[in-house]
């Protein structure tokens, strides 16, 4: 006997993502292109949930809407669930709380990880869409603590800003990429005591092994990550 079972209108799309509110370009390598994935994944626009809300505003009266946008994708089915903005780690207690299966808000939780790996000695570098509005919050929400880091920043990147910041729907993609591999070179440049780079910012993935290249750095990104943990899910 070979039984199957039902109860889903779809099937095989084991990881949920909840997308910001956002219609600038994704080229692949971003994870809100499904051509960046080795496998099905289930999208979840949540609505009203801008840029500006989120990464310069960090407006908590937007959790119900992440809550509801999570429990939704629970109940169709999938087996873990990740947001596509690392900001949202400020959120992390209080959907994960509200839903029964694992929950990834930020690629910031990679930082323990990632300072073990290295052999806790130096620091980690955090490149950030915006240096200016990431807080010690957005850490210590999701038990990042006492571990030496510093941070570059997107922040004032005019193709950057103009595109996810701003949401305009045309991106020079060599442009942006010239701005991303140049503030990651400033860890390089500024700190000598870095050892590797955490990509807060989940738009930045596609640009990951130019980075790698530029600096000679380890660099830990959300959706290598999430790969790991899909096939620990299925």
């Known amino acids: 006997m070979n039984l199957v079972y039902g109860g889903y209108v779809t099937f095989g799309q084991k990881l949920g993502i909840l997308m910001l509110d956002t219609k600038f370009p994704r080229p692949v ?3 809100g292109n499904a051509e960046t994935w080795p496998f099905p994944v289930r999208y979840k626009v949540v609505k009203s ?3 500006h809300r989120v990464v310069k505003e960090g407006d908590k009266a937007l959790i119900p809407l992440f809550i509801e946008a999570a429990r939704e994708l629970e109940n169709e089915g999938v087996k873990a669930l990740t947001t596509n903005c690392g900001f949202l780690s400020l959120f992390q207690r209080e959907i994960q709380s509200e839903i029964n299966i694992p929950f990834y808000s930020s690629n910031l939780m990679q930082i323990p990880l990632v300072y073990s790996i290295i ?3 130096g620091k980690i570098g955090v490149l950030t869409a915006s240096k200016a509005t990431l807080t010690e919050e957005h850490f210590e929400t999701i038990g990042v603590k006492g571990i030496p880091m510093v941070m570059e920043g997107m922040d004032d990147m005019e193709e950057f ?3 996810i910041i701003n949401g305009e729907e045309v991106m020079d993609l060599d442009k942006m990429r010239e701005e991303v591999v140049n503030q990651a070179k400033l860890f ?3 700190h000598e005591d870095v ?3 955490v990509l807060e910012c989940t738009n930045l993935t596609p640009y990951k092994d130019a980075i790698q290249k530029e ?3 380890p660099v ?3 959706v290598s990550m999430l790969t790991h943990i899909h096939s620990c899910i299925v």
């Open 215 to 217: 600096t000679g750095l």
């Open 220 to 222: 830990f990104d959300i």
């Open 29 to 31: 390598g971003d994870m």
């Open 195 to 197: 050892r590797a780079i």
């Open 188 to 190: 390089v440049t500024n």
């Open 119 to 121: 052999g806790q000695k």
């Open 49 to 51: 949930a801008s840029v």
């Open 161 to 163: 800003t103009k595109t």
